[in-house]
T-cell receptor, first 114, second 112 residues
Framework: SAVISQKPSRDICQRGTSLTIQCQVD?????MFWYRQQPGQSLTLIAT?????????ESGFVIDKFPISRPNLTFSTLTVSNMSPEDSSIYLC???????????FGQGTRLTVV | DQQVKQNSPSLSVQEGRISILNCDYT??????FLWYKKYPAEGPTFLIS?????DKNEDGRFTVFLNKSAKHLSLHIVPSQPGDSAVYFC???????????FGQGTRLTINP
C-alpha cells in the first residue's frame, strides 16, 4: 500500500485565479495519476504524471489548463489554471505500483470556485 | 461514451442481509476490474479486484463475480454492516495500465 498526502484538503478560490495541489507519497511509486470528480459525477482521469517528462493528458484535458509536474518518484503537483465555477470539483491524486494491481488514492482536494 | 456503468444510483439493505452491487462495461479490452468504497470527504478506498481470467474472487465478506460474456460484474457483501454505508465505485483497466475508468457509483445504505 501507500500513504498519500494531498494539500490543500479544500479551498475556495476566486474565478480567474490558479490553484496548485500537491501530492506526496511515502514511498517511490511507478505511476501517478490525477482524477477529477465533479459534483454528483464519477471519477474522470485528467492525466498521467510522468517523472521527468511532460504529463500524458486524456481527451478533453489540456496542459494549459491543468499543468502537472512530477520532479521525482514521490511527488507531483496539479495546477488548475484560470479557474471558473465549472472547475469546482474534487481533485484526487492516485498512485500505483505494478500492472493489474490496485491503485491508491489520496483524500482529495475539494475546490470551490466563486 | 460511458464505458463502465452502474445503473443503480442507490441501494438500501437491511443490516445482516446481502448487498449486491452491479456494474456493466462495454469495452472488451478491459481485463482487470476493481471495486472502491468512498466515504464523504475521503478518497476512494480499494476493496477487491478481479482479473478477467477469473470469474470469482473472495475476500472476507466481499465477493466479486465476473461474467465476461455478459460484460457484467457484481459485488456481494454479506453480511451487510452499518459501516458498509458508502458510495461504491466499479472501475476497470486494460492491458496492464493502471489508469482506471470508473462507473458513476452506487450509494449503499445499510439500515439497522
Amino acid at each position: 500500500s501507500a500513504v498519500i498526502s494531498q494539500k490543500p484538503s479544500r479551498d475556495i478560490c476566486q474565478r480567474g485565479t490558479s490553484l496548485t495541489i500537491q501530492c506526496q507519497v511515502d514511498s517511490q511509486v511507478t505511476m501517478m495519476f490525477w482524477y477529477r470528480q465533479q459534483p454528483g459525477q464519477s471519477l474522470t482521469l485528467i492525466a498521467t504524471a510522468n517523472q521527468g517528462s511532460e504529463a500524458t493528458y486524456e481527451s478533453g484535458f489540456v496542459i494549459d489548463k491543468f499543468p502537472i509536474s512530477r520532479p521525482n518518484l514521490t511527488f507531483s503537483t496539479l495546477t488548475v489554471s484560470n479557474m471558473s465555477p465549472e472547475d469546482s470539483s474534487i481533485y484526487l491524486c492516485s498512485v500505483g505500483h505494478l500492472p493489474n494491481t490496485e491503485a491508491f488514492f489520496g483524500q482529495g482536494t475539494r475546490l470551490t470556485v466563486v | 461514451d460511458q464505458q463502465v456503468k452502474q445503473n443503480s444510483p442507490s441501494l438500501s439493505v437491511q443490516e445482516g442481509r446481502i448487498s449486491i452491487l452491479n456494474c456493466d462495461y462495454t469495452n472488451s479490452m478491459f481485463d482487470y476490474f476493481l471495486w472502491y468504497k468512498k466515504y464523504p470527504a475521503e478518497g476512494p478506498t480499494f476493496l477487491i479486484s478481479i482479473s478477467s481470467i477469473k470469474d470469482k474472487n473472495e475476500d472476507g465478506r466481499f465477493t466479486v463475480f465476473l461474467n465476461k460474456s455478459a460484460k457484467h460484474l457484481s459485488l456481494h457483501i454479506v453480511p451487510s454492516q452499518p459501516g458498509d454505508s458508502a458510495v461504491y465505485f466499479c472501475a476497470a483497466s486494460s492491458q496492464g495500465a493502471q489508469k482506471l475508468v470508473f462507473g458513476q457509483g452506487t450509494r449503499l445504505t445499510i439500515n439497522p
